[in-house]
T-cell receptor
Framework: RKEVEQDPGPFNVPEGATVAFNCTYSNSASQSFFWYRQDCRKEPKLLMSVYSSGNEDGRFTAQLNRASQYISLLIRDSKLSDSATYLCVVTLDSSYKLIFGSGTRLLVRP | DAGVIQSPRHEVTEMGQEVTLRCKLISGHNSLFWYRQTMMRGLELLIYFNNNVPIDDSGMPEDRFSAKMPNASFSTLKIQPSEPRDSAVYFC?????????????FGSGTRLTVV
């Protein structure tokens, strides 16, 4: 079983739609959680950290459910520029070794 | 801040040749990570250093791969001899170890093609 699992997509949605991505992780000792965004032929970039209480950054909302070992990302009012691959990332203990999911591809169409 | 700087951006080499990838960390960062990304396997951690010391090299595929961090701001990843299956995008990333919420900053990557 992969340590971090994501639906690869692609998710093809119209502009303005709300879209949600889910991610599960296998190690209950995971300590920190992130969503990264990667554009085609570019490096991954931190989108947002995921806090236990849930957190919001503009149109983006991240949720963490430790009991179910589940992380989500919600994008509201999607824009064409949101088209990218979204990577779910966890770290174990204090080593800061990032473990990446394989990513979910989002395509936002006009 | 110039960010994490990798060179070269692209490398095409023949099978059997030695390849050296370079990475300059962000000033003040003390953790350095080398990742490899392919379509089939996604992003895989190859090795990471903390304060110039290799902490985990379990992801290094085989003895043909070696990584060094000769000083606090610079690292190299060497493949000798290179093989076509080494073709991938190689990213390095750096971070500050302190601060539980810190993510990493990635370099732009080196796209390696071994023919």
């Amino acid at each position: 079983r992969k340590e971090v699992e994501q639906d690869p997509g692609p998710f093809n949605v119209p502009e303005g739609a709300t879209v949600a991505f889910n991610c599960t992780y296998s190690n209950s000792a995971s300590q920190s959680f992130f969503w990264y965004r990667q554009d085609c032929r570019k490096e991954p970039k931190l989108l947002m950290s995921v806090y236990s209480s849930g957190n919001e950054d503009g149109r983006f909302t991240a949720q963490l459910n430790r009991a179910s070992q589940y992380i989500s990302l919600l994008i509201r009012d999607s824009k064409l520029s949101d088209s990218a691959t979204y990577l779910c990332v966890v770290t174990l203990d204090s080593s800061y070794k990032l473990i990446f999911g394989s990513g979910t591809r989002l395509l936002v169409r006009p | 801040d110039a960010g994490v700087i990798q060179s070269p951006r692209h490398e095409v080499t023949e099978m059997g040749q030695e390849v050296t990838l370079r990475c300059k960390l962000i000033s003040g960062h003390n953790s350095l990570f080398w990742y490899r990304q392919t379509m089939m396997r996604g992003l895989e951690l190859l090795i990471y250093f903390n304060n110039n010391v290799p902490i985990d090299d379990s992801g290094m595929p085989e003895d043909r791969f070696s990584a060094k961090m000769p000083n606090a701001s610079f690292s190299t990843l060497k493949i000798q001899p290179s093989e076509p299956r080494d073709s991938a995008v190689y990213f390095c990333a750096s971070s500050l170890r302190s601060g539980r919420r810190d993510g990493y900053t990635f370099g732009s990557g080196t796209r390696l093609t071994v023919v």
